[in-house]
């Protein structure tokens, strides 16, 4: 009677286990291409992420999404904040350490750093770099602003954001079913006296435990990528932006001079001819139209008179002969 009892007792855990399995798994692999990043990162920053509190209640059995639906309303909005910006600076390798210096202050870390030598047009070497830095979120501007003003000019800046909360509430529901059945299991390998019944707990006991440590690590992703932006900066040398100059001679500004003139002419012309055909053919035609129509009708009457005159004087030649 025991053992039927155990046997009824695991079959119950083992089909809700699966179709709880089912029901997340899709959820689960499908959004894990959200975690991958343009670098990889190892968490071991020195403040702890804040967590986000789960929603505890009378309705924590209610029932895995409408618990998700009450969490997410509950919990703080959980928005993972990144951004990349391209600047030119005077010096590279000193700026490099500027910027971790100042990681370090603001209690981040760097996670990438890169420099390298580049060849310019005359052939001199001058360095280059890149640096990835993660700070906490609440001093991502604060951070940006100290950058760009130890820089020459800033080339391209690109903040994003994206709200993970959904995801987040989600794992967190998934990951509390999922300790619940591994509790109701180590109950029943407690109580199971058959060698066959532990074998058989052991392992459905194995497969939660691996789900659980998955979900947790979905979630530590979670709460330290929204705990710790990260930004990625450019460094040009100021070198590399100069203009190219031969003996004192700039023909990129000679160019660029010419450019400008021949816009300037080109302007010119279009600007004259708008002026000539909104404003000057318009005048012209109210003030020539009036004297055109005056002269051709003196020219009209001048004609008849001198037609009359003319058949005047041949019908007084007739009359004469």
């Known amino acids: 009677m025991k053992r039927q009892t155990l046997l009824i007792l695991?079959?119950?855990?083992?089909?809700?286990?699966?179709?709880?399995?089912?029901?997340?798994?899709?959820?689960?692999?499908?959004?894990?291409?959200?975690?991958?990043?343009?670098?990889?990162?190892?968490?071991?920053a020195p403040a702890e992420a804040p967590a986000a509190e789960p929603f505890s209640g009378d309705f924590a059995d209610d029932g895995a999404g409408f618990e998700s639906n009450l969490v997410a309303q509950t919990v703080e909005r959980i928005v993972i904040?990144?951004?990349?910006?391209?600047?030119?600076?005077?010096?590279?390798?000193?700026?490099?350490?500027?910027?971790?210096?100042?990681?370090?202050?603001?209690?981040?870390?760097?996670?990438?750093?890169?420099?390298?030598?580049?060849?310019?047009?005359?052939?001199?070497?001058?360095?280059?770099?890149?640096?990835?830095?993660?700070?906490?979120?609440e001093e991502l501007?604060?951070?940006?602003?100290?950058?760009?003003?130890?820089?020459?000019?800033?080339?391209?800046?690109?903040?994003?954001?994206?709200?993970?909360?959904?995801?987040?509430?989600?794992?967190?529901?998934?990951?509390?079913?999922?300790?619940?059945?591994?509790?109701?299991l180590r109950e029943i390998m407690a109580s199971a006296d058959k060698t066959e019944d532990v074998l058989n707990v052991f392992n459905q006991l194995t497969f939660v435990t691996e789900e659980i440590e998955v979900l947790e690590g979905q979630i530590q992703f979670y709460e330290q990528s929204a705990a710790f932006s990260a930004i990625s900066i450019s460094l040009t040398p100021e070198a590399a932006v100069q203009p190219l100059s031969i003996g004192g001679w700039q023909p990129v500004g000679v160019a660029r001079d010419a450019i400008q003139a021949l816009i300037f002419t080109l302007t010119g012309l279009a600007n004259f001819a708008i002026y000539l055909l909104l404003f000057i053919l318009p005048v012209l035609a109210v003030i020539l139209?009036?004297?055109?129509?005056?002269?051709?009708?003196?020219?009209?009457?001048?004609r008849r008179r001198k037609a009359r005159r003319e058949a005047a004087e041949e019908d007084g030649e007739e009359k004469k002969k």
């Not at 604060?142 to 987040?168: C, H, M, P, R």
């Open 141 to 184: 501007n604060g951070a940006l602003k100290t950058i760009e003003d130890s820089a020459k000019e800033v080339l391209s800046k690109n903040q994003s954001g994206q709200d993970v909360t959904a995801e987040y509430t989600d794992l967190q529901s998934r990951l509390r079913n999922l300790r619940d059945t591994e509790e109701q």
């Open 81 to 137: 904040k990144n951004a990349d910006i391209s600047l030119v600076v005077e010096d590279p390798s000193v700026s490099i350490e500027e910027i971790t210096a100042l990681a370090e202050e603001l209690g981040g870390f760097v996670v990438s750093s890169n420099l390298y030598q580049i060849t310019l047009g005359d052939g001199s070497e001058v360095p280059s770099g890149s640096i990835t830095i993660r700070v906490p979120a």
């Open 10 to 44: 695991f079959a119950i855990l083992t089909l809700s286990l699966l179709l709880s399995a089912c029901g997340g798994s899709a959820a689960s692999y499908a959004s894990e291409p959200d975690f991958a990043y343009e670098e990889s990162i190892a968490f071991d």
């Open 289 to 302: 139209l009036p004297l055109y129509v005056i002269f051709r009708i003196g020219l009209s009457t001048y």
